[in-house]
């Protein structure tokens, strides 16, 4: 397993909320019902193609800061590489978040170049997938990710999907499973709201999730992709504080479709202080044009609705550029 071997794993004792499993598909709650995403998305598509025209011109230099990480770092370093795709290095492991390094699609390029290129990281000695939608698991990424040897922590339902990649260090979680790393690091599968999908023929046959990196009582919390739920609060009620929270913030328009699988800024705000965040850190934003939303609309919300609050320290918004490192 290069530098660090899984101890132990386990699953979590208290009572907490569990996945919906009928007739082989996961669910939010037991009510839930399959929606009709393709007619809606498309029209999307094409009002987000026309935005895109219309958009005024974004200079790189604002929003993108280069430079090179670190090998390893026993304190917090976190990079945002774009979208959902962060480097965190936290107790001598580099650990890798939803990777994707090039575009989305043909229809989806990236506004920036990834805040660290494939050739640049350092040794990546973990990677963690929220779901398995292609802009958070990738394959091509994930392809050149296998060559560090990594140990893959992937929702329910995924493995065998890492197995047909002939990548066999891969272990899936359900939520509140968790596993300890060199008896110090721990990283534990929590829940989220939302779906998942690779093909017309797979819709929530794979479970989707959050995470918590905790080392030595620091706690790091991936949301991955979600929309607003309870599962913030629950979160926030298991553990005692949240160090640094990282947080979707977009796309929320248009609201009728986006509402029901992803965050806007404000619910990201509340969903944060349900969790007992002290650190804000923005993702899921300023890397492809998914929704209608213009490029700075998210980080506007943002900005507002954090002032609104008038938090007390030591809650802190970090804007991260992307590219940028932050240690704590």
Known sequence: MGVFSLIMSEQLTKQRSLPIQKNGCFWNHQDEKPRRFLWDSVKMFFHSLKRRHAAPSIIAADWTHYEKPVLNSEKPIITWIGHSTFLIQIGGINIITDPIFGNASLFFPRIFPPGIKLQHLPPIHCVLISHNHRDHMDAA?????????????????NKSWFKSKSINSVHEFLWWEQYKINQILTITFLPSHHWSQRTIFDRNKTLWGSWLIEYYGFK?????DTAYSDHFKEIGNEYDSIDVALMPIGPCK????????HIDAQQAIQGFKELGGIHFIPMHWGTFYFGIDQFLEPI???NEQWAIEKFDDPRKLQLLKIGQSIQF
Do not use: C, Q, W
């Open 141 to 157: 990424s994930i392809r050149a990710l296998h060559t560090f040897n990594p140990f893959f922590m992937v929702p329910a339902g």
């Open 220 to 224: 790091i919390y991936f949301a991955g």
């Open 254 to 261: 248009p609201e009728s479709h986006m509402k029901h699988s």
């Open 300 to 302: 506007h919300i943002l």
